[in-house]
């Protein structure tokens, strides 16, 4: 794929208001203890997400990633980012209830620092390539302005009745 988006005859608007967790519940099929997005700030059609993932002490992981040094655990940082770059996709899918977006691959991710209790991941998403049936993605979570984690993820659309068969990781 290369790093091109697919081209629309109209131009694509942002959308101002974002979305709480009751607009993303109806578009992520994600749920407790899962959903790792909490808020979109700002959305812009088949270009850009920004979202807020509000990291507590009852986080699950917690309890043993580690004890005495909680640190969320940074595959799911990258979740949070794929789940992001899916949420922004699956806003222009018709059939959203038919279809799983699901990684096909994670590239050049790098932490570059603790996430903890108390924190904010800010994750911003941007769209490198996008057909209607796999996409590219680069995203970084900051917390405080600093980069926490980054990296490129890829995705497709697959039937969820065959979500499970081909290999692929649900984003």
């Known amino acids: 794929m ?3 988006t697919q081209i629309t005859p109209e131009e694509p608007e942002p959308v101002k208001t974002g979305m709480e967790i009751g607009d993303i519940f109806k578009i992520l099929p994600h749920r407790y203890p899962f959903l790792l997005i909490d808020r979109v700030l700002e959305l812009v ?5 920004i979202a807020l993932k509000n990291v507590t002490i009852t986080e699950p992981f917690f309890q043993g990633h580690f004890p005495e040094k909680p640190i969320m655990p940074g595959v799911l940082i990258v979740e949070a980012i794929a ?3 899916g949420l922004l996709l699956l806003t222009e899918v018709p059939n959203r209830d038919e279809m799983l977006m699901v990684f096909t691959g994670i590239e050049k991710a790098r932490f570059r620092r603790p996430v903890g209790p108390g924190d904010q991941l800010r994750i911003e998403v941007v769209v490198r390539a996008w057909r209607m049936t796999a996409a590219r993605l680069e995203g970084k979570a900051y917390v405080d302005g600093k980069v926490a984690a980054e ?3 890829t995705c497709r659309l697959v039937p969820r009745a065959m979500s ?8």
Do not use: F, L, N, P
Not at 45 to 49: A, H, V
Not at 164 to 171: F, I, L, M, R, S
């Open 151 to 153: 990296a490129t993820v």
């Open 164 to 171: 499970g068969t081909d290999g692929a990781e649900e984003t």
């Open 2 to 4: 290369t790093d091109t």
């Open 83 to 85: 789940q992001a770059g």
């Open 45 to 49: 059609r088949m270009k850009s997400i």
